[in-house]
Each structure stands twice: as C-alpha cells, then as structure tokens.
C-alpha cells in the first residue's frame, strides 16, 4: 500500500504542503468505534438521538455543544457596562460570514433600545433642503447589499505589548467581523438634500447615550457609504447599530456610526472626541495623524492557534481570514519556518473586495518546534508588514490600526503561544 | 387557435409597455424617490449638537473654573477623580510634556487639540450615567474648570462661545492629517 508521505508536494520547509494537496488522510480510523449501547434491535447501529423523534422545529439555536462558542474578551471600563468591547471568537469560525450574534462589539455608553417607529434620518447642514427619513421611506429606496469586513482599529492592539500576551486569537485580533451589510446608498440621500458647493465633510451623530460622533469626508460618502439597516440577511442587532448605522466600506469601524440619527454637512471635521483624543495615531516625534480611515492589509491564522493545541505529529488544516480596507486580498503566504520559507496559501473562493478572505493549507508537523505565520498581499500591492517594521516612526505605546504579522509559535508538547521574532 | 395566439403577442407587448414603464429610469439608475420631509430650523436647533472648532454650533451661556471645580465634585469625580487625576475612568488633567516622550499621556490636556472638544464632548455624554442633565452654563463652567487644571486658563476667566475657541491648548500644533481628499 503507498503511504500518503509518498505523494506529498512540500511547498516550503518545515512541513507546508502544496495548496492543491487536498486532505486524505486519517479516513478509516473513526470507523469502527461503535459502543455498546448503540446497539438496537437486530444487532444494528443506533445512536440515542435516533431512537425518538427529535426537537420541535421553529425554536433551536447552535448546538448546545457548541455553547463555548460566544463572544469573547467581553470587558468595559470600571464601574460601567456600556463602554467597552466583545470580540468574534474567529478561532472557533470557518468561511467569511461573521453570524451576526458572533459579531465584534465597540460601544461607548451601552446599547440603545431604539424603537424604529420613533427613529429618523436627519440630514441638515450645508444642504438644499434639511430632511427627515422614516423607516419606512427608506426601504422604499434603492438597497445595496455587500459583504464586507468592519474592523475596530484598535483591534490587536494588545500586540505592542513588549512581551508577547497568551491570548486566545479571539483575544488579540478579534475586533473584526465580515457580514452581509444591506442598505439605502448616502448618496441617493444627499443628493436629494442638495449639498450647498461649501459642504466637503458630514457629522455622523448617533443616538447611543453618548451620542457618538465622527467626521467624514465627502468623498468617501458619495462614494461608496450606506445607510445599513439589514446584516446578514436580517434587520440589523441593536449591538450593531439597529435600526440604521453608517457603514464605510474598507474604514475604520468607530467611524460607521451605530444608531445612527443625524448627518450634518459640514465645511470640514467637528473633531470630535473620538477623531482626536481617541481613534489618532501618535507617531514617535510627538505628532499625530488624524483621520486614518482605511484599515491596512492583514491575515491572521486562526487555527492552530493559542488554545487550539495540536494533539501530536501528522497533517493539520492551518486556516485564517486575511482582509484589506483598499480592495481584494491578492495572495496569502504562509511560512512554518519563522519567515525562512514561504508557500501560497489556498484561498477560498469568495474574494471580496474589503471582505474578510478564508485561507487554508494543509501542514504536516513533524513534532519539532515550528513558529508558523501568515503574510497577506492585497490587490493594490500592499504587504502585510512585520511587527519591527510597523513600529517604525509610530509611538510606543500607540495600538491604533496594527496589521502586523502575528507569529504562532508551536513547542514540541504542540502547546500554540503566541511569540515575537 | 390563432386567437390566443394573437391574446398572447398583446399580452406581451402590454408586458413590455407595462414593465418598462414601471421600471422607468428614476427606479433603477439611482435618482432618489424624493421621500424625505422637510426639517424646520427650530426642529434641527434641537437635535444639531455639532460644534466646529471655529466655535460654530456653540450655544449661548458662560462659565468660568470657580464654578466648574463645585460641579466637577459633585457630577464628575467619582470616576475621573479629584482635581481629574487619579480615577477609574481616565485622567482629565497632567501628561504635559510627555506626548513626544518615551512613554506618552494622552489627558484632554497634554493632547487635545482644541477646547471645543470639550465643551462637545460633555455636552453629548457626560456624566456618564446621566447624559443631557447639565445646563449649557454648567458645561461652560466644567469646560472651564478642566481647561484651568491644566493651566490653559485662568480660574476666574469666562468660556463663552466667543472665549472658548480662543483658548489655546498646549498640544495644539500637534496634529497632522492622514487623509488627504483627492481632488
């Protein structure tokens, strides 16, 4: 009989096989593993829950195996519930959708519980004419329906830690989320408000407790910006934003305002809290840059990953999500080696533009310790940078928009901690 | 036989007429329906909240540190501590000379660019579990006290919408801008 070793292309050291190797291995050893008490009349297979007619219909959520599967990191400042953050436990998900009850969450004071029928769009400003947009008008509107990523920019931000955290994926670099978002395009709306020549800006306000507020420009707006109202399929959560949020394709997520009631246009930026003391990027000569709106071309493998221990030697699945607020993820690579070494990952077939991308390969791991990490390449060229290249120029303790490389390390136990190079 | 062939080719063409006039051009090239309702001005005066740091979208009203200090005790130092320093939510006050330093201290004001901000913020979210409780005098005045701890203006000077804007702060050349429109 031919052993798999036989067959294996290695498409970089340490074990990484070609892409196109596709995982035949370990058939024919779950068979056979029959228990006595699956055993029913004559001797045939059954387990428990094909003995009785099952659950009624119209009421499951996951399985209850699934439980641990939630949102993770949930934490908010001291003595409060409502300014805080949850993160998407990527490590336990597959494809590109987020399940919207998965999706990260940012808040700054709580979640409103808006009732849709008091709700309106307002747009005033530097416009024509100041107007109002019920519920129902706006889904008489034409709708577009994209899937997209939205990243907090603070997501990672645990990795300028100087010593590397062990924390789970979820932990570090789950402050991003990929749905379906569907809604009416701003422009369609601003257009009908008429923008006066002077108006280059809007002040999105939202109608949270803390009334979040954020500056776009113009460009971005009439570019590609919409009123969201459906996520996945379904009228948007309140924790993201329900009955309406801006949502800007590609930029950073405290800038898609939740909740969203009023559009001011403006002449230039209101600077608010959360585009000046927050959400800024101060770089080591004293300076900060204000308004990075698009988030940086990024992977992370999630599995194996911290938590997710390997059992022993043999061929693993190493999968992750790569994303980039500029456009469509071009190529992934991944290495085994430290960086010696790289190999194209596989990507599944859904490449998006500013998308969440799922990638794969196959690993054989010899049992040696191996330090394994991906690199992403977006369609504009960007390249994912590594963690000493991203330090350049910035302060030390700024953790706005990390994209770097994130290094698992895997010690001969299989234990996965995460590890500087 | 040819009757309903001849309904059919009516049919259709009544489909045609029929189609392309409910799917006229304003439906699906992205011309709005025009379903907005017009604002009035008194209407937008209550839920507009911006303010520019020019000052515009500042309301009437005044306040100065002395009484700020008085307000801040009672609505603010629970969670941002005395004199702003210390607390559970973030310092208000110090950080000065740090920002380009080794280990930066972001405080409203060591970083802030401009006293508006303030003024802003508090209108729209503070005190934390009771926001829209204070009067416009009461955010001055808490504007005021903030901005005296950390020695951009006198105790006793008043910040209206006219004085606020003028009130430099310390980190004020400290920006720059990421993005640059493109035309």
Redesign the interface.
Known sequence: MKKISDNINFAANNGLLDRRFILKAGLGIGGGLMSASALSSEGKDRLPWMKQPGMPMGQSGPSRYEEHIKREGVGSQPGTTGSGASRTPIEHLDGIITPSRLHFERHHSGIPDIDPAQHSLLIHGLVDRPLSFSMESLARYEHVSNIQFIECSGNSGAMISPKPLQRKASNLHGLVSCSEWGGVPLKILLDEAGIKPKGKWIVASGSDAAMMSRSVPLEKIMDDAIIATHQNGEPLRPSNGYPMRLFLPGWEGNACVKWLRTIKVTSGPSMTKDETSKYSDLRDDGIAELFTFPMGVKSVITSPSFSLNLAGPGIYQIKGIAWSGSGRIKNVELSADGGKTWAEALLDEHILPKALTRFRSAWKWDGAPATIMSRAIDEKGNIQPTREQWFVGRAKNTFYHFNAIQTWGVNTAGEVNNVYL | MFTSKITKIVVNILIILFVENIFADD??D??????????SDDY?EQ???????SGE?LPKGSGNALTGKVLYNIHCMA?HGPDAKGG??GDLAGGHGT??????K?T?GS????A??IF??IR??MP?QS?GTLSNNEVYALTAYILNLNGVIGEDELMTAQTLPKAKMTNSE??????S???
């Open positions: 439906v699906f992205g011309v709005s329906p025009q379903l907005g309702v017009i604002i937008i839920v507009d909240f911006v303010v520019m740091p979208g969670c559970i939510n920002i380009s330093g080794p280990i930066p972001k409203v970083y802030w660019p401009y508006t901000i802003d913020y729209r979210a934390y926001p400290g920006f720059i801008w990421a993005y429109p493109s035309e």
